[in-house]
């Protein structure tokens, strides 16, 4: 299988086989549609070695180790099982050593499919394939995401409590810094953690406007719906009051080609005030910030009618120390956006399914990665969506970050 490939599973009982030149420590997650574990008995691993339709097998007898799934035997509320691999030696990285699954029939022992990630670099742990469903079928995904922070960042992303249950944190680790706290709400008209305060104003006039919003005569919703162009800003206001509280993120494209399936992958980076990510909701986390920010899913081919992704956002749930996102597109399999035509996102007012704001990327380039727009929380509070249309080589969302950080 190829990066980002999927096909049905083939068999009821599989075993995903991971082995590499270097030791590895394989582990399984049961995920809900919400992208996280029940609970850390849904983490099973050398040391929790059952769990509910999945099991861990240890290496021996020449056979490497593995995760068995009976898909029968999966609780209906788990939409996926994420197969991580992680280096026993935690000072070591998958540069050059990158490992392969090998999914057989665990009845038969026959192999269905193999995958190789390409070559990875300061990674420590990755997750390898998923196998998941699709309504009534069972398919598998080949990911080869990788993490730099070892099987910690991975369990952490998907709601594992570390410090009782991986097997990284059995091990002495270098003490990490202190948290930095989130930041607490701010009064009308002051600036965000971080952010230079503004000079005292004179009584009855405005607070002034953090870098990239809009100047005097602003264009706000109160004309209806707006046309964006590249660098064009508008607010979510009408007649002076925020217009908004949920808001949906339509994402869309075609394939430029006949009868080619185009495999892009929506998300949206969370920051805080210092230009931090907080978090990130992408097709392997669909809700983040308890539900306030909620992915549609994984399209795997663009075509079709209508937003092929879609990413509501409950902006009076966010919390106070998120003050940007940047809505992101990524060619999970790397293929160009080149190879794409007619690529827009559009926002929607959740309540009325009206359309607002549109953005037309008026052209491709031959980039993994682009930056289709930003939410900016001004000063004031108010929201404000600029278009950027900005390409970057970057086949994942964890690959945006530092390039979205730049652009807010």
């Known amino acids: 299988m190829a990066q980002g490939g999927n096909a049905p599973l083939g068999s009821a009982r599989v075993v995903i086989e991971v ?55 999966v609780p209906g509320e788990i939409t996926r099982i994420v197969v991580t691999a992680s280096l026993d030696d935690q000072r070591a990285t998958f540069a050059g050593t990158e490992p392969t699954a090998t999914l057989r029939d665990a009845d038969t022992g026959r192999e269905l499919f193999t995958f190789t990630p390409p070559r990875l670099s300061r990674e420590t742990a990755l997750v390898v394939v998923e196998v998941y469903r699709r309504g009534t079928e069972w398919k598998v995904r080949a990911v080869g995401q990788g993490y730099a922070d070892g099987l910690a960042g991975i369990a ?137 920010i909620a992915h549609s899913g994984d399209n795997l081919t663009g075509k079709g009618g209508g937003d092929d ?42 309540a009325t399914d009206q359309e607002l704001v549109r953005f037309d990327l008026a052209q491709s380039e031959p980039h993994t990665g682009v930056a289709m727009c930003k939410l900016v929380r001004q000063f004031s509070g108010e929201w404000v969506m600029t278009a950027l249309g900005e390409y970057v080589n970057a086949k994942t969302a964890r690959s945006m970050v530092k390039p979205a950080a730049a652009m807010l």
């Open 19 to 73: 082995t590499a030149p270097k030791r590895l420590d394989v582990s399984g997650l049961l995920l809900t549609a919400a992208g996280k574990v029940r609970s850390d008995a849904d983490f099973v691993f050398f040391n929790a070695p059952q769990g509910p339709g999945v099991t861990h097998r240890p290496a021996g007898g020449g056979s490497p180790d593995a995760i068995a799934v009976d898909t029968a035997a």
């Open 156 to 292: 952490t992303d998907f709601g594992v409590s570390v410090e009782e249950r991986t097997p990284a944190a059995a091990a002495a680790t270098a003490p990490e810094a202190p948290p930095v706290p989130p930041a607490a709400p701010q009064a009308p008209g002051t600036a965000p953690r971080g952010a230079a305060t503004p000079p005292p104003q004179a009584p009855g006039t405005p607070p002034p406007m953090p870098s990239g919003s809009p100047a005097v005569g602003k264009i706000t919703l109160d004309k209806g719906r707006v046309n964006l162009v590249k660098g064009g800003s508008v607010s979510l206001e009408k007649g002076g009051k925020p217009f908004l509280s949920s808001v949906r993120m339509g994402l869309g494209w075609e394939p430029a080609g006949h009868g080619r399936s185009i495999d892009l992958d929506a998300s949206v980076i969370a920051f805080d005030a210092q230009r931090e990510k907080i978090d990130t909701a992408w097709f392997m986390k669909l809700s983040i910030f308890n539900g306030a």
């Open 309 to 350: 992704e879609a990413i509501t956002v409950h902006l009076a749930g966010l919390p106070p120390e998120v003050c940007g996102l940047v809505f992101v597109v990524n060619s999970f399999s790397g293929q160009k956006f080149t190879d794409i035509k007619n690529a827009y996102c559009r926002l929607v007012d959740t």
